[in-house]
T-cell receptor
């Protein structure tokens, strides 16, 4: 059974803190994604990676960075957390096909609150 | 660019009622279309998909048909159960890695 895991289900941080969200997949997938989910806005893509050490900006990359040192692990970093980054963060992965038909597999999400 | 518009919720139904959630899209080329479902406390999972015009995706009693002429991919189920209570997302995939998601529709089914 396919598995995408995220390091925390709930996280509370203070404004200005550096925050790391970790995601691990066990499907040997090439592609990994970070989204944020906000009510009424659906899912918005922050960053994605199509290979180790490769990354591309999504639709809303400002205030975020990512790291992919190993194929199975993709980290989202908030360099200096702000209250408008309070959200649900979802990680996903998909296989190597650069194709719109590819199914993405999602982790359970991390609900981040920045105070 | 690509975009997806889906019916706003929330939608509340009684068990065994008919469910339809409208989804329309704007895209260049020949996108693939998806419905994902998010059960309470979980991440998203694929419900069904269709990769070309007139294809019908189906799973767990849900169906959706890719209609190019009306740029639509409406989700339907003939008889819902309490366990179908979830948030449903329509999504579009184009010739890159990315998916474009609709805003999501919250469905609550009452016994």
């Amino acid at each position: 059974d396919v598995k995408v895991t995220q390091s925390s289900r709930y996280l509370v941080k203070r404004t200005g803190e550096k925050v790391f969200l970790e995601c691990v997949q066990d499907m040997d997938h090439e592609n990994m994604f970070w989204y944020r989910q906000d009510p009424g806005l659906g899912l918005r893509l922050i960053y994605f990676s199509y290979d180790v050490k490769m990354k591309e900006k999504g639709d809303i990359p400002e205030g975020y960075s990512v790291s992919r040192e190993k194929k199975e692990r993709f980290s989202l970093i908030l360099e200096s957390a702000s209250t408008n980054q309070t959200s649900m963060y979802l990680c996903a992965s998909s296989s190597h096909q650069r194709s719109g038909t590819d199914t993405q597999y999602f982790g359970p999400g991390t609900r981040l609150t920045v105070l | 660019g690509n975009s997806v518009t889906q019916m706003e919720g929330p939608v509340t139904l009684s068990e065994e009622a008919f469910l339809t959630i409208n989804c329309t899209y704007t895209a260049t080329g020949y996108p693939s279309l998806f419905w994902y479902v998010q059960y309470p406390g979980e991440g998203l999972q694929l419900l069904l998909k269709a990769t070309k015009a007139d294809d019908k995706g189906s799973n767990k009693g849900f169906e959706a048909t890719y209609r190019k002429e009306t740029t639509s991919f409406h989700l339907e189920k003939g008889s819902v159960q309490v366990s179908d209570s979830a948030v449903y997302f329509c999504a579009l995939g184009s010739n890159d890695y990315k998916l474009s998601f609709g805003a999501g529709t919250t469905v609550t089914v009452r016994a």
